[in-house]
């Protein structure tokens, strides 16, 4: 299980270095937006999180969104941005999970009527890793803290599939 921590007020990013890749340095790796469920506070209407991909400093994709896949030579240097588009609120956490299918997986269930991690590594092929982030909050014993306000598979091996065909996004209702 490979976990990162990071804190941000305003707008979180991720800086995803040295994580371990397994694609070669020719090959490619693709990055699909596959959920997000993000509430600004208690209460208040799920906003919409978009995703700017940066590799090596340089912007890659601006704006991802549920349901959209970016390619990226490797995970060195890639760094995450986020922003909510709806809503107008600040992330207090940002930590980040990369899970493959041999990991540890937390013993985390979905907040709100998201599934379990548990359940979204089943559907991993092989080549695929899950890529899980939190941004609401640190309290791991809180309701909302469930990894799952960003929600991204990493596909190793891009080649395996039609990427023209990525995996169908899972949209949650208000």
Not at 29 to 52: F, K, N, P, R
Not at 92 to 115: F, V
Request: hydrophobic share 40%.
């Amino acid at each position: 299980m490979k976990f990162f921590k990071e804190i941000a007020l305003i707008a979180a990013t991720t800086l995803i270095s040295g994580l371990p890749t397994q694609a070669s340095a020719s090959s490619m790796i693709e990055l699909t937006y596959q959920a997000s469920q993000y509430q600004c506070h208690a209460g208040a209407s799920q906003s919409t999180i978009l995703v700017d991909v940066y590799h090596n400093g340089e912007l890659v994709k601006d704006g991802l969104a549920v349901g959209e896949s970016v390619m990226v030579p490797d995970f060195n240097g890639v760094e995450l941005d986020y922003q909510a588009a709806t809503g107008s609120c600040g992330f207090s956490a940002n930590e980040s999970l990369l899970l493959g299918k041999n990991d540890s997986i937390p013993n985390l269930s979905g907040a709100y009527e998201q599934e379990a991690i548990a359940s979204l590594v089943a559907g991993l092929q092989d080549y695929e890793d899950l890529y899980l982030v939190e941004l609401g909050t640190t309290d791991t014993s809180s309701f909302a803290y469930d990894l799952q306000d960003v929600v991204m598979v990493v596909n190793n091996n891009p080649n395996t599939i039609i990427s023209s065909n990525p995996p169908s996004p899972i949209i949650f209702a208000d």
